[in-house]
């Protein structure tokens, strides 16, 4: 997993907000590595940016926190392939 992640202070409050390139392996969901995105960072809103099924393994997307979230729309306009 890499990507670029930062902490912001909000309100007395630090939240995360980024975007992660996950290499997602064959045999696991997009769901299921959002869903183990959230439970590692404890954030609620995290999403990714279009869906790999789960017999395809490939570069995934994961958008965390609201700032990025809002930026997936950004993400899905680029032409994608199976190879």
């Not at 980024?18 to 959230?38: I, M, N, Q, T, Y």
């Not at 990714?48 to 700032?67: E, K, M, N, Q, Y």
């Not at 899905?76 to 190879?83: A, D, F, H, L, P």
């Amino acid at each position: 997993m890499t990507g670029n992640l930062s902490a912001v202070g909000q309100n007395g409050q630090e939240s995360i907000a980024g975007v992660l390139l996950v290499d997602k392996p064959v045999g696991r969901s997009s769901f299921a590595v959002v869903k183990k995105v959230r439970w590692l960072l404890g954030i609620k809103k995290v999403g990714h940016a279009g869906t790999l099924d789960p017999f395809a393994s490939g570069l995934l997307v994961i958008c965390v926190g609201r700032p990025a979230t809002r930026e997936i729309d950004a993400f899905m306009v680029g032409r994608k392939t199976y190879q």
